[in-house]
């Protein structure tokens, strides 16, 4: 993968001498060199390049007035390479990928080019989880970020959490997935009746319905998730319903589409 740069600096012979140490990485190439700021802002719009060589003591522009000038979507990754390491906390403070003092040295630069590597690396790798994300999406119709959830569960092997946490305004309560009696949807919110008490969380149902152990937790309406463990009866309707009597002494309506569920409770 090729990482195409654009030298910024003052002196021709920085330039230049970057450039011919450059030259030496096979994945680098040098798409242009400028002066100063203004020739730099020029060039990073119009190659797009992946990385930037910045001088900060400039005549007119600085480096740091280069970045700052840029907008967020053209942003390459910046090194600084300066004469002065005073600008060092700076140069972090602004995001830069790795600051080098001049001369630069073939080691010195061997260490950026790396660095740099690494970075493009984990921004292909996250690029290609979200597309992965979004295509899972599209086909299972869960939110992005619920599957994100499933996976990184997964990755961990933990599929599902024995916990739940809870927040409401400065507090945060740990629900115990097991002591759940029943949820039910209220717009965007889900109440989870835990005994005697309500615990409301601000998600969709889906999204709830991603963190519970579908061989514990099953829903039995579209607004309605039922704890398997906490199911005391099974009442048949007349009209070929069915009530489920909890532990707790919620009665609870089971839909027709969610008939089948009833194998799960025998």
């Known amino acids: 993968m090729s990482i195409r740069a654009i030298i910024v600096d003052d002196e021709s ?28 802002l020029h060039a990073i719009a119009e190659q797009q390049p992946d990385l930037v060589f910045l ?13 700052r000038a840029l907008p967020t979507d053209q942003l390459p990754l910046i090194v600084f390479v300066t004469a002065f390491n005073e600008y060092a906390l700076d140069a972090f403070d602004i995001h830069a990928i790795d600051y080098v003092l001049k001369p630069a040295d073939e080691q010195r630069l061997e260490k950026t080019i ?10 292909t790798a996250l ?3 979200q597309r992965l994300m979004h295509f899972i999406s599209d086909i299972t119709g869960e939110q992005y970020q619920s599957v994100d959830q499933v996976l990184e569960r997964a990755e961990a092997g933990q599929q599902y959490p024995s916990r739940i946490s809870v927040k409401d305004r400065q507090e ?11 949820v039910d949807a209220a717009g965007d919110y889900m109440c989870l009746h835990v005994g005697e008490q309500v615990h409301i969380m601000r998600c969709t149902m889906k999204e709830l319905e991603s963190l519970l152990d579908p061989n514990l937790f099953q829903r039995i309406h579209r607004s309605t998730i039922i ?17 489920l009597a909890m532990k707790n002494g919620a009665r609870l309506k089971m839909s027709r589409g969610y008939k089948d569920k009833i194998k799960h409770f025998a």
């Not at 997935?177 to 029943?182: L, Y």
């Not at 704890?227 to 009530?243: A, R």
């Open 13 to 40: 012979l920085a330039r230049r001498g970057l450039a011919m140490r450059l030259a030496r990485f096979e994945d680098v190439a040098v798409v242009a060199q400028c002066q100063n700021g203004r020739e730099a």
């Open 55 to 67: 001088d900060i003591q400039m005549p007119g522009l600085s480096g740091f007035d280069v970045v």
């Open 114 to 123: 790396e660095r740099v590597r690494a970075h493009r690396a984990q921004q």
């Open 127 to 129: 690029a290609d989880k």
């Open 172 to 182: 945060t309560t740990l629900v115990d997935v097991r002591d759940i009696s029943w």
């Open 227 to 243: 704890n398997l463990d906490q199911v005391e009866k099974i009442i048949n309707h007349t009209n070929g319903e069915y009530f």
